[in-house]
């Protein structure tokens, strides 16, 4: 009996439905289309209002406070990132200084991403990475 009673438990707790806190303001985003396999999104705590979508074949795309995807990507690694199944981008994070001018941070941003590999032996593998970039300091490129 008391191994059902954790189960139970938690399927009961996660039939509460979330509430809102006071302080957060939902807002309807329109649908965005031209994007390839999209991940995540991110903001990078610069009050610019962009956000930050991560694609799996290797590019970060900014759609702009205005709800425009622009044309041109935040990241393309594409010739960084192996592209298969679950492989692939995954995610970017921003450094708490990205937006802080003269900061240790200024700038660097996170890229978790899966690369190919070739083992010892001839085989093909994956090699998880997370690497440290700065942007150029174009902040729609």
Request: net charge negative; charged share 20%; aromatic share 6%.
């Amino acid at each position: 009996m008391k191994a059902l009673l954790l189960p139970l438990l938690l399927l009961t707790a996660a039939a509460v439905p979330a509430e809102v806190p006071p302080d957060v303001e939902l807002v309807p985003v329109p649908g965005i289309s031209g994007l390839n396999a999209p991940l995540g999104l991110k903001h990078a705590g610069d009050g610019s209002g962009r956000i930050f979508i991560v694609e799996q074949g290797g590019t970060v795309r900014v759609v702009d406070a205005d709800g425009t995807l622009l044309p041109e990507p935040f990241v393309d690694a594409g010739d960084r990132v192996t592209f298969s199944g679950e492989r692939g981008l995954l995610d970017i994070a921003f450094h708490p200084n990205y937006a802080v001018s003269g900061a240790a941070g200024e700038g660097k941003f996170y890229l978790h991403y899966s690369a190919g590999s070739t083992r010892p032996d001839g085989t093909r593998g994956g090699d998880t990475i997370v690497g440290e970039f700065t942007d150029n300091g174009n902040p729609d490129e």
